[in-house]
T-cell receptor
């Protein structure tokens, strides 16, 4: 089946630094990647949609200058949290359509802790 | 915005019991998907239903899509501790592969 590899799985960073999260589609081409944020015991909240070769589309209330998304190739999308603050601590997950199975395949998530 | 209401929010049962999770909306969805998520992991697709009235079975899990394609249910028979997890329903379209609308999730805990 379609696999999306997400790295890192966990990261701890200091306030004010930037963190990059990568999502790679291993056996298929992901022209679209969705980026979610999830707080403990809550559902997924869509942050933005990245499309290969074009600008990402951000959901209302998500700062595009703080959460930089790049989708430079058909197999790689990245999310960079810039100037991180403790309130950015969360679980970030990427997802791509898996058309063969009429579903979406998700990365394993990145637990970001900003100290 | 199409909203998906999922209930209950939390379910704790003993091993061997049955359970049902519901997902309702006032809007029509072209497809409805069910995912299970374990702590520290991304959601894993269980099933996608696309036809009104459709019933799909996955071992002890039975999924139904309402005739009007506005609601769905997940029924687990003889639950096992391995069924513990966060169950999420998500509505979407199979013809556009746009963003999914997720329900709030149901945390299921099955104790031995």
């Amino acid at each position: 089946g379609a696999v999306v590899s997400q790295h890192p799985s966990r990261v701890i960073c200091k306030s004010g630094t930037s963190v990059k999260i990568e999502c790679r589609s291993l056996d298929f081409q992901a022209t679209t990647m969705f980026w979610y944020r999830q707080f403990p015991k809550q559902s997924l909240m869509l942050m933005a949609t990245s499309n290969e070769g074009s600008k990402a589309t951000y959901e209302q209330g998500v700062e595009k200058d703080k959460f930089l998304i790049n989708h430079a190739s058909l197999t790689l999308s990245t999310l960079t949290v810039t100037s991180a603050h403790p309130e950015d601590s969360s679980f970030y997950i990427c997802s791509a359509p898996w058309k063969t199975n009429y579903g979406y395949t998700f990365g394993s998530g990145t637990r970001l802790t900003v100290v | 915005t199409q909203l998906l209401e999922q209930s209950p929010q939390f379910l704790s049962i003993q091993e061997g019991e049955n359970l049902t999770v519901y997902c309702n909306s006032s809007s029509v969805f072209s497809s409805l998907q069910w995912y299970r998520q374990e702590p520290g992991e991304g959601p894993v697709l269980l099933v996608t239903v696309v036809t009104g009235g459709e019933v799909k079975k996955l071992k002890r899990l039975t999924f139904q899509f309402g005739d009007a394609r506005k609601d769905s249910s997940l029924h687990i028979t003889a639950a096992q501790p391995g069924d513990t997890g966060l169950y999420l329903c998500a509505g979407g379209a199979t013809d556009s592969w746009g963003k999914l609308q997720f329900g709030a999730g149901t945390q299921v805990v099955v104790t031995p």
